[in-house]
Every structure is written in structure tokens, then in C-alpha cells.
């Protein structure tokens, strides 16, 4: 939400960033992480760059989501797993019930 995007477009590729912006470690030194193309839009698609920006975008958008939902939860007491799928957490916290990543292996909910 207030974070920087992990998500990111340059040119015709979509970029993930695992630290964007960096992080300020105690000793007052930055680590930054590596940034590198999870996609290419082939050259099929008429506007490879603005069709980029788009996946970037609705990629970013999820993020959030998810994270919004993880502190939903949380305001709840309801546990959710770090790899729930969104539809998964949204019937969990509308059913009041935790989600824990082991019982994806399961798919209920």
C-alpha cells in the first residue's frame, strides 16, 4: 500500500524488485536487491511497452490486495498462510476460519 511497487515496467519487459527502494540496515548501510525481467510482451502485441505497464500494474494491484486481506485477517485474529490465493482468503475471513499454507495441499477452505 505505502510501500514502493515490486512490480515494474521498462521498455517491453515487466521487472520484479524483491527490495524497491532499498532497506536502511542498522549500521546506516543500504541493501539493495537485484532487479531482473520475469516477462517479455512478445512483439505481437501492438504496444509491447504499454501493455508491459498494464501487467506491472495489475500485478502491483494484487499485492496490495493481498496485503489489505492479511490485515483484515488480522483484525480478525483469523491466520492466514503466506501463499493463500486471494479468492481462499476471502472465504476465510468471511467464514471467520484460518488458512494455513499447509492446508492449500488440502484446497479447502
Known sequence: MSNPAHWSAQGDHVLFTRLPGGRINDDGTVT????FPVL?????IEDT?????????ALNV????????IALA?????????S???D?????IAKGQA???????????
Not at 49 to 57: C, G, H, K, S
Open 84 to 86: 493463500v490465493p486471494l
Open 32 to 35: 539493495l536487491s537485484m532487479r
Open 99 to 109: 488458512v494455513s499454507d499447509e492446508a492449500l495441499d488440502g484446497g479447502a477452505v
Open 62 to 69: 494484487r499485492e496490495e490486495m493481498l496485503e489489505a486481506l
Open 40 to 44: 517479455r510482451v512478445s512483439e505481437w
Open 74 to 82: 488480522a483484525l480478525a485474529e483469523i491466520e492466514l498462510g503466506a
Open 88 to 92: 481462499m482468503a476471502l472465504k476465510a
Open 49 to 57: 511497452e504499454n501493455t508491459a505497464q498494464q501487467i506491472a500494474d
